[in-house]
T-cell receptor
Framework: QKEVEQDPGPLSVPEGAIVSLNCTYS??????FMWYRQYSRKGPELLMY????GNKEDGRFTAQVDKSSKYISLFIRDSQPSDSATYLC?????????????FGGGTRVLVKP | DGGITQSPKYLFRKEGQNVTLSCEQN?????MYWYRQDPGQGLRLIYY???????QKGDIAEGYSVSREKKESFPLTVTSAQKNPTAFYLC????????????FGQGTRLTVV
């Protein structure tokens, strides 16, 4: 079983809808949680960064962390066709060697005009 | 503009050949990383370096080698010992004490012909 599980999708939504993405994980030592956006044939771009539990909002993006359930979420409000991409969750433990990140497999999102 | 530059964007390798992927950053980041991305899988760590002249193996280091002679540069060599080298290779860097926030280059697509 993978340390971080993420539904591969694709997740198709109409423009303007809320996109809801999530990851589950098994390693209780994870303390740092990130969401990256990756367009086709491009490098991942850091969207959100959260330490420990709680919510964080940045514009149309909201990240939530529930450590008790080992579950993290990303919500995209008022979705646009330009939000069509693959979204990767990533996590790291407090004393991870080299500050190593463990990634989910990514969820492909399609926002239809 | 500050950033991470990977070259070339596309690379073709013949069987039994070694190839070197370039990664340069001008962000003054201490730590640098190499990841491999295969379809449907998350990023997997190949090697990382937190300081010049020092580097450590990641999860899938077999068949790869690196060097870190300068802070700005972290080249990756894919050797003939790597049996399945066709993949998308991503270089990342971060500030060591804030290592979880990794920033990525645009990737190199390596194909064996």
């Amino acid at each position: 079983q993978k340390e971080v599980e993420q539904d591969p999708g694709p997740l198709s939504v109409p423009e303007g809808a809320i996109v809801s993405l999530n990851c589950t994980y098994s390693n209780s030592a994870f303390q740092y949680f990130m969401w990256y956006r990756q367009y086709s044939r491009k490098g991942p771009e850091l969207l959100m960064y959260t330490y420990s539990s709680g919510n964080k909002e940045d514009g149309r993006f909201t990240a939530q962390v529930d450590k008790s359930s080992k579950y993290i979420s990303l919500f995209i409000r008022d979705s646009q066709p330009s939000d069509s991409a693959t979204y990767l969750c990533a996590m790291s433990a407090w004393r991870a060697a080299g500050n190593k990140l463990t990634f989910g497999g990514g969820t492909r999102v399609l926002v239809k005009p | 503009d500050g950033g991470i530059t990977q070259s070339p964007k596309y690379l073709f390798r013949k069987e039994g050949q070694n190839v070197t992927l370039s990664c340069e950053q001008n962000l003054n980041h201490d730590a640098m990383y190499w990841y491999r991305q295969d379809p449907g899988q998350g990023l997997r760590l190949i090697y990382y370096s937190q300081i010049v002249n020092d580097f450590q193996k990641g999860d899938i280091a077999e068949g790869y080698s690196v060097s870190r002679e300068k802070k700005e540069s972290f080249p990756l060599t894919v050797t003939s010992a790597q049996k399945n080298p066709t993949a998308f290779y991503l270089c990342a860097s971060s500030i060591a004490e804030r290592g979880r926030r990794a920033f990525f280059g645009q990737g190199t697509r390596l194909t064996v012909v």
